[in-house]
């Protein structure tokens, strides 16, 4: 279900798009489409907005002709009395027919009299001293989907005299058809007011949203078929809206993919390679380490002083190799706990490691910059013990130390030339390891990528892995690696082991 989900929202390139290297756009149906769903909701909101106008304005048209029919009535009536005038039945039918109702009575102080016509029963009675906006809108829709002749009364002050009350009696149907009239009216008003709103708001949406929408669609698919290509990423634009905003944030994670896809690809080409290399270079380091132990036994006491450091740094070789595959394919090793005293293995890193030859060929308008010898200097306490691996703080702190002696040698040295110093400091929740230095910091570029492997490398030729590795090691003893300040003045970067650690 999800491959044909999947299937249908990013259909199959037809080979000649493959070959343009883009997607093919595939117009939706309007019904299915986003712009022909607003459309239709744009019309669905008119035509409620409507109803919900029209319901009060058909119950006003409705009081306005019942208040107009009394006061015609009124008016005749004021015009016989008036005039003391004899009602002929001839002339009663016209004044009828001219108010268009059936009979008029007066109620004054007196009493009810009848100006004209004849009572007859009705068969609905409404006064509108008492009507509210919901008997109003009723009684409308009632006359509206009415269609039998009815006789209804009205009764209502007059216009020109409030202590009189009028009471008239006329057909329902000259109201009916008013009311019908003034609804079609409303209506071919509605269409064509919906159609036009519909049009533009379909028009606008259509450009504004819905076309950069398909956009990132189609570029989304042309991505997904090669993502190594760098022409697929998604043109951005200046818009500060959300779309502006999505088709930016897209394209960084574009880019993200294709750098992690590199990464990828390097790291398997190099597992690859280590894998070949691996058994052959423990079997080499193992003679060595064997050779070695013969010179121990054979050589001059001065020799053997020698010896040690390097059968160390033997073994710590061949371990590597043990656990080289590992790091080829991204796994972190699981730390072998045991107590450890931090102001040893810091003293050892301080003895042992060196900084990496300068790679690459020297620019001859550049002047060679030589940093000197760089103090070290051991500031950690003995007694400092933590429960940890000690190949993996040994190999942590020899990437952080290496580093430091790295940007050091390619600097001018300060005054009292160049420090490199190994201090900590014990907290409630953990150890920190500090590696200080006295080199010329890192550039803003490199420091956003310090710690991802292949991006990171501040020098020429470097692989950025040393600080990648010195984290993953550092997280699996449940601590981090950070660069806590980098400047003219020199860099730290911070080893934290957890309390347990």
Not at 207 to 224: C, L, N, S, T
């Amino acid at each position: 279900m999800i491959h044909r989900l999947v299937s249908r929202l990013f259909p199959a390139r037809t080979p000649a798009a493959a070959a343009r290297g883009r997607a093919p756009r595939r117009r939706l149906p309007l019904a299915d489409s986003l712009s022909g769903r607003l459309l239709l909701l744009t019309i669905a909101f008119v035509v409620l907005g409507e109803v919900l106008i029209y319901l009060p304005s058909i119950a006003r048209y409705r009081l306005v002709f019942l208040e107009t029919r009394l006061a015609s009535a009124h008016l005749a009536s004021l015009a016989l009395e008036d005039r003391n005038m004899a009602v002929t039945p001839g002339l009663e039918k016209t004044l009828l027919a001219n108010g268009m109702v059936v009979s008029v009575t007066l109620t004054r102080p007196g009493g009810p009299v009848l100006m004209l016509g004849e009572t007859a029963p009705a068969a609905m009675t409404v006064d509108l001293r008492d009507q509210t906006p919901y008997t109003l809108i009723r009684d409308a829709v009632d006359c509206l989907l009415k269609s039998e002749p009815r006789l209804i009364r009205v009764l209502g002050p007059a216009p020109m005299a409030p202590e009189m009350l009028v009471d008239v009696l006329f057909q329902e149907r000259d109201l009916r058809d008013e009311m019908r009239a003034y609804s079609i009216r409303i209506l071919t008003l509605t269409i064509v007011l919906s159609a036009i709103v519909a049009a533009l708001l379909y028009a606008a949406i259509e450009r504004m949203m819905v076309r950069p929408m398909r956009q990132m669609a189609a570029a989304v698919m042309a991505f997904r078929e090669a993502p190594e290509d760098a022409g697929r990423v998604i043109p951005t634009t200046r818009r500060a809206d959300e779309i502006g905003i999505v088709q930016r944030e897209l394209a960084m994670m574009q880019q993200s993919v294709r750098r992690a896809l590199d990464q990828k690809t390097r790291l398997a080409g190099l597992g690859a390679a280590v894998a070949k290399l691996n058994h052959d270079l423990r079997n080499l380091l193992s003679t060595a380490l064997l050779n070695a132990d013969r010179i121990e036994r054979e050589a001059s006491p001065a020799v053997r002083r020698l010896l040690p450091p390097m059968i160390a740094a033997l073994e710590r070789a061949i371990a590597l190799c043990g656990r080289s595959l590992g790091f080829a394919t991204t796994e972190t090793p699981a730390p072998v706990r045991a107590p450890l005293d931090l102001a040893q293995v810091a003293a050892e890193v301080l003895a042992t490691v060196e900084a990496d030859p300068a790679q690459g060929i020297a620019d001859p308008l550049v002047p060679v910059v030589d940093g000197g010898p760089a103090a070290r200097v051991n500031a950690l306490t003995s007694g400092l013990i933590a429960t940890a691996d000690h190949d993996l703080i040994y190999r942590i702190l020899a990437n952080l130390v290496r580093n430091a002696l790295e940007a050091m040698q390619a600097s001018p040295p300060p005054d009292g030339g160049h420090r490199l110093t190994l201090s900590a400091a014990r907290h409630d929740n953990g150890i920190a390891i500090h590696v200080d230095d006295t080199g010329p910091g890192l550039a803003p570029k490199a420091a956003a990528h310090l710690f991802e492997a292949f991006t990171g490398s501040t020098k020429p030729g470097g692989t950025g892995l040393g600080l990648a590795i010195a984290r993953d090691l550092a997280r699996a003893h449940g601590g981090d690696v950070r660069l806590d300040r980098s400047g003219t003045g020199g860099s730290r970067f911070t080893l934290w082991l957890p309390a347990e650690a």
